[in-house]
């Protein structure tokens, strides 16, 4: 057994976007590291056998079968791509208008719909109106790769039939959904849910008791009246029904309902479309994969009159994605716990893998599965939940540590997470939590209001009570707290005001909330009306801010941050370290700053997601156990 390392990032190929023809072939989007940059590609499989669909490149995304499953869309390099599986040849489909990139494609019985976009960059107006409501505009115009400033788009809407036919246009990003039968398509915005007519293109509102939810394949009903649709309650995405019909429609009562949609889940995340509901055989059945109690699940939904019965199915390992029944079952992408996902179809109680495995070294490596711990919180209103991995053959005085998700949405869940692999190899126990404000067991659970407040800190620590109670050979005297974003956020707040932990890092985390208000890519929301006046606002802010609480830190701490973050500004981390070292001349402090990274950096580049992952384990070896200095 070779132990994991961050080098082993290079290697990893995820999957995602699945799509499932009616007779068993699947197609998927492989993502990996080649050539210094992040590539996909779409690969289909069919007969046992695995084809590369390319047409210029690895830049292929969004692959979707028609109704027929004879063809294969996709998108490459902003381009719409067609496969024929019958002359087995793939090519442009048709010229995009001058400027445009495609977006989505939606396969029709004879042409597409699809979306595109068209970057207008502008120049920043002379001086700078800072009055409030304006402050999100000035920040429009920087420069940062997380949320594109500095430029803005048009849209488009389009319908292709042997030529292109532009149905709406502007500044609204339309995304066609799914086409019924009477020459229409339902589309989403980000206000809500139309119809189009791809005749005349006249578009009219639906009324919905829900907004729109993730970026998330629907599935229409087989007589067109309904829509299954990921919906927007609260912090869950979650299945919703869609009427289509025009009428006004009470709403659907539920039975056995999953907490929400599996793409919450806090795991290894590619930047593609989800299938996440797909339609089985049977009228009025579908297959959904979502969560429960933070593991993902696969679950036959039953539509009714008026309600929807959800049955979650036994043997389907950790389903992420699923595609639809086909003649072979139920087309999922799944894992075994502690490794990636990868396509697999499930029939009568168990799933079988169709796919070569895409990451063959990790076998050699054999990571940990993850096992649940579950505690009562504090207050004793809910049962909370998280995952420790242990490292194999040890059993005395091992280290722990405890590493908060970022968001707070989002959920840790048993599936492969390398960064969290590595530190097992290395001799740690790692520790999960999912504290309130996590995603995963319910909107009420999800509330970001008590993820930072000071309850998610003592959700976290009575799952580490718990943790170290369980299994006794985990050293107490030997825990450390980190994240990023989120969880660096919590690392900061927990270092100062609990004498648990021995070290911390913080990484691209909150630290003073004034910069979110003032300097980040969310500032410029009204307060004023929750403050009696403006230094009100001023001294509670810092209040609730980790820096408030610097003179209190008496661990070894380490600051990473990005300088192009515009969420977190990376002047939270300048100020945390001053503060740090003001207080605490002595005190082993590092700040480490990464000058192309920006909030997202595990997207953002190799080098340095390498970087912080070797700084962040080399200070735990150094400051996190026992022969630390």
Same mark, same amino acid.
């Given at each position: 057994?070779?132990?994991?390392?961050?080098?082993?990032?290079?290697?990893?190929?995820?999957?995602?976007?699945?799509?499932?023809?009616?007779?068993?072939?699947?197609?998927?989007?492989? +993502?990996?590291?080649?050539?210094?940059?992040?590539?996909?590609?779409?690969?289909?499989?069919?007969?046992?056998?695995?084809?590369?669909?390319?047409?210029?490149?690895?830049?292929?995304?969004?692959?979707?079968?028609?109704?027929?499953?004879?063809?294969?869309?996709?998108?490459?390099?902003?381009?719409?791509?067609?496969?024929?599986?019958?002359?087995?040849?793939?090519?442009?489909?048709?010229?995009?208008?001058?400027?445009?990139? *495609?977006?989505?494609?939606?396969?029709?019985?004879?042409?597409?719909?699809?979306?595109?976009?068209?970057?207008?960059?502008?120049?920043?107006?002379?001086?700078?109106?800072?009055?409030?409501?304006?402050?999100?505009?000035?920040?429009?115009?920087?420069?940062?790769?997380?949320?594109?400033?500095?430029?803005?788009?048009?849209?488009?809407?389009?319908? +292709?039939?042997?030529?292109?036919?532009?149905?709406?246009?502007?500044?609204?990003?339309?995304?066609?959904?799914?086409?019924?039968?009477?020459?229409?398509?339902?589309?989403?915005?980000?206000?809500?849910?139309?119809?189009?007519?791809?005749?005349?293109?006249?578009?009219?509102?639906?009324?919905?008791?829900?907004?729109?939810?993730?970026?998330?394949?629907?599935?229409?009903?087989?007589?067109?009246? +309904?829509?299954?649709?990921?919906?927007?309650?609260?912090?869950?995405?979650?299945?919703?029904?869609?009427?289509?019909?025009?009428?006004?429609?009470?709403?659907?009562?539920?039975?056995?309902?999953?907490?929400?949609?599996?793409?919450?889940?806090?795991?290894?995340?590619?930047?593609?479309?989800?299938?996440?509901?797909?339609?089985?055989?049977?009228?009025?059945?579908?297959?959904?994969?979502?969560?429960?109690?933070?593991?993902?699940?696969?679950?036959?939904?039953?539509?009714?009159?008026?309600?929807?019965?959800?049955?979650?199915?036994?043997?389907?390992?950790?389903?992420?994605?699923?595609?639809?029944?086909?003649?072979?079952?139920?087309?999922?992408?799944?894992?075994?716990?502690?490794?990636?996902?990868?396509?697999?179809?499930?029939?009568?109680?168990?799933?079988?893998?169709?796919?070569?495995?895409?990451?063959?070294?990790?076998?050699?490596?054999?990571?940990?599965?993850?096992?649940?711990?579950?505690?009562?919180?504090?207050?004793?209103?809910?049962?909370?939940?998280?995952?420790?991995?242990?490292?194999?053959?040890?059993?005395?005085?091992?280290?722990?540590?405890?590493?908060?998700?970022?968001?707070?949405?989002?959920?840790? *869940?048993?599936?492969?997470?390398?960064?969290?692999?590595?530190?097992?190899?290395?001799?740690?126990?790692?520790?999960?939590?999912?504290?309130?404000?996590?995603?995963?067991?319910?909107?009420?659970?999800?509330?970001?209001?008590?993820?930072?407040?000071?309850?998610?800190?003592?959700? !976290?620590?009575?799952?580490?009570?718990?943790?170290?109670?369980?299994?006794?050979?985990?050293?107490?005297?030997?825990?450390?707290?980190?994240?990023?974003?989120? $969880? $660096?956020?919590?690392?900061?707040?927990?270092?100062?005001?609990?004498?648990?932990?021995?070290?911390?890092?913080?990484?691209?985390?909150?630290?003073?909330?004034?910069?979110?208000?003032?300097?980040?890519?969310?500032?410029?929301?009204?307060?004023?009306?929750?403050?009696?006046?403006?230094?009100?606002?001023?001294?509670?802010?810092?209040?609730?801010?980790?820096?408030?609480?610097?003179?209190?830190?008496?661990?070894?701490?380490?600051?990473?941050?990005?300088?192009?973050?515009?969420?977190?500004?990376?002047?939270?981390?300048?100020?945390? +370290?001053?503060?740090?070292?003001?207080?605490?001349?002595?005190?082993?402090?590092?700040?480490?700053?990464?000058?192309?990274?920006?909030? $997202?950096?595990?997207?953002?580049?190799?080098?340095?997601?390498?970087? !912080?992952?070797?700084?962040?384990?080399?200070?735990?070896?150094?400051?996190?156990?026992?022969?630390?200095?």
């Amino acid at each position: 057994m070779r132990p994991l390392v961050p080098e082993d990032y290079a290697q990893m190929v995820r999957l995602s976007s699945l799509a499932a023809a009616p007779d068993g072939a699947l197609a998927y989007v492989k +993502y990996f590291w080649q050539e210094n940059a992040w590539q996909r590609r779409v690969e289909l499989m069919q007969g046992g056998e695995t084809k590369v669909v390319s047409i210029g490149g690895v830049r292929e995304t969004c692959p979707v079968f028609s109704m027929d499953g004879q063809q294969l869309w996709f998108l490459s390099d902003g381009r719409v791509a067609l496969y024929d599986r019958e002359t087995g040849s793939a090519r442009e489909a048709f010229s995009l208008p001058e400027g445009f990139l *495609a977006t989505d494609v939606l396969p029709m019985k004879d042409g597409c719909v699809f979306s595109c976009r068209r970057e207008i960059r502008e120049v920043p107006p002379e001086g700078c109106n800072w009055q409030m409501p304006l402050v999100t505009e000035e920040l429009r115009f920087r420069d940062d790769g997380d949320h594109g400033w500095k430029k803005r788009y048009e849209y488009r809407l389009c319908l +292709y039939r042997g030529s292109v036919r532009v149905l709406a246009e502007g500044g609204r990003p339309y995304r066609a959904l799914a086409l019924l039968p009477d020459e229409s398509a339902v589309l989403a915005a980000q206000d809500g849910f139309f119809l189009i007519s791809l005749t005349d293109g006249v578009v009219t509102p639906l009324s919905a008791p829900f907004q729109p939810g993730g970026d998330v394949r629907p599935a229409v009903a087989p007589d067109g009246s +309904y829509a299954l649709v990921a919906a927007s309650c609260g912090m869950e995405s979650r299945l919703g029904r869609l009427w289509l019909d025009g009428r006004e429609h009470g709403p659907d009562r539920t039975e056995n309902e999953p907490a929400g949609l599996s793409e919450g889940l806090y795991m290894d995340l590619s930047p593609e479309r989800k299938s996440l509901i797909a339609r089985g055989r049977e009228a009025n059945t579908f297959f959904v994969s979502a969560v429960r109690g933070h593991r993902p699940a696969l679950f036959k939904a039953e539509v009714r009159e008026g309600k929807i019965v959800y049955t979650e199915l036994e043997g389907a390992g950790l389903p992420v994605e699923t595609a639809g029944e086909t003649a072979f079952g139920v087309a999922v992408l799944s894992g075994d716990a502690g490794f990636p996902p990868r396509s697999a179809f499930w029939k009568d109680g168990a799933f079988r893998f169709v796919s070569p495995d895409p990451n063959p070294w990790l076998a050699e490596a054999r990571p940990v599965s993850p096992q649940l711990v579950e505690t009562p919180s504090q207050d004793g209103r809910t049962e909370l939940t998280g995952y420790l991995l242990l490292p194999e053959g040890r059993k005395e005085n091992i280290p722990l540590l405890v590493w908060v998700h970022g968001g707070p949405s989002g959920c840790w *869940a048993p599936g492969f997470c390398l960064e969290t692999q590595c530190a097992v190899s290395q001799g740690f126990a790692v520790l999960l939590p999912n504290p309130r404000g996590s995603t995963g067991r319910g909107e009420d659970y999800a509330d970001p209001a008590h993820a930072f407040d000071g309850g998610a800190a003592n959700d !976290i620590l009575c799952l580490l009570d718990e943790a170290l109670r369980r299994f006794p050979y985990l050293d107490g005297r030997q825990v450390s707290v980190l994240g990023g974003s989120y $969880g $660096g956020f919590m690392a900061a707040w927990m270092a100062g005001r609990t004498a648990r932990f021995r070290c911390a890092v913080v990484i691209k985390g909150v630290t003073n909330w004034l910069f979110i208000h003032f300097r980040s890519s969310q500032a410029g929301q009204p307060v004023m009306d929750e403050y009696r006046d403006f230094q009100d606002f001023l001294v509670d802010t810092v209040k609730s801010s980790p820096i408030y609480d610097a003179g209190d830190v008496n661990i070894p701490t380490l600051i990473i941050h990005g300088e192009k973050d515009q969420q977190v500004p990376v002047e939270n981390a300048h100020q945390y +370290y001053t503060a740090l070292k003001d207080c605490h001349p002595d005190l082993p402090v590092r700040l480490m700053l990464l000058p192309d990274a920006c909030h $997202g950096y595990s997207r953002d580049g190799l080098p340095d997601y390498l970087a !912080i992952q070797r700084e962040t384990l080399r200070w735990l070896q150094t400051y996190g156990k026992e022969t630390a200095p």
